[in-house]
């Protein structure tokens, strides 16, 4: 009984199991893709630093679809958006 080691580590072993880290990034994934989308909704078409489509009429509908499908795909649309548009504005703004 005395050698049993789990005593020091129980308290942080469901922090460090997968399936919970797992689930922690899912969520913390969700939301990030909530931040960008209201983000991305509330721009004006001129405000897109890369325009995809002409005068970025339809970029708003675009990078939303964008996010939307990429919350089965490992959020990768919302990544791109937060680097090309997001943080791109700022850039350009400066």
Same mark, same amino acid.
């Given at each position: ?18 399936? #919970?880290?797992?689930?922690?990034? %899912?969520? $913390? ?8 989308? +209201? ?12 325009p995809?489509?002409t005068?970025?009429? #339809?970029?708003?509908?675009?990078? %939303?679809? $964008? ?8 959020? +990768? ?18």
């Amino acid at each position: 009984m005395l050698l049993n080691m789990s005593f020091p580590f129980w308290p942080m072993r469901p922090i460090f199991e997968i399936r #919970y880290l797992t689930g922690l990034l %899912a969520v $913390a994934g969700v939301v990030f893709t909530v931040i960008m989308l +209201i983000d991305c909704l509330k721009r004006e078409p001129e405000q897109f630093a890369h325009p995809i489509s002409t005068a970025g009429k #339809y970029d708003k509908i675009i990078w %939303a679809l $964008a996010m939307a499908i990429s919350l089965s795909l490992y959020f +990768i649309g919302t990544i791109v958006y937060f680097f090309v548009v997001y943080l791109g504005k700022k850039d350009s703004d400066s």
